[in-house]
Every structure is written in structure tokens, then in C-alpha cells.
């Protein structure tokens, strides 16, 4: 049967999890490095493709970035 006490305590190991895991870099070539490492051995072609996309995706951010620089977007109150 469903059990809302059997959620809670799953949610609860899952936040547990998390808060024991250290803490994500904030630095860019960091969290390259990392999404690299996480990627490349999933597959001898599809880890090398996710790299590839990786690349893509963080060129396409620097774009953003040059088009639309962080300090001129108005954040949300």
C-alpha cells in the first residue's frame, strides 16, 4: 500500500544524501572538469559526444554572457 510516512522517509534519506555530499565548486573550469570526468567513460562514442555537447553548451552560455551581461539583467524580488 502507499504510505505517506514511507515517502517522507524516503525524501528524507534523499536530503540526507545530499547534505553529506561536499560541496559543488563554483568555479567554471571546476565544474567543466568534473561534467568531463562524469561523461567521458559512459561510452566510446556516446562519452566523447556528451563531452562535445558539454562544450557546445558552455560556448553557447559565454555567448549568452557577451549578449547579455549578468549585470544588466534586473533580478526577481
Sequence with gaps: MYSWMNV???TERVYEAMLSK??????TEDVLLERFQR????????GKVACLLVVLDYLFLL??????PRQDIDLAP
Design 8 to 10: 517522507a522517509e524516503r
Design 22 to 27: 561536499k560541496s559543488v565548486s563554483s568555479r
Design 39 to 46: 561523461y567521458y567513460p559512459t561510452g566510446v562514442v556516446l
Design 63 to 68: 555567448l549568452l554572457d557577451w549578449l547579455y
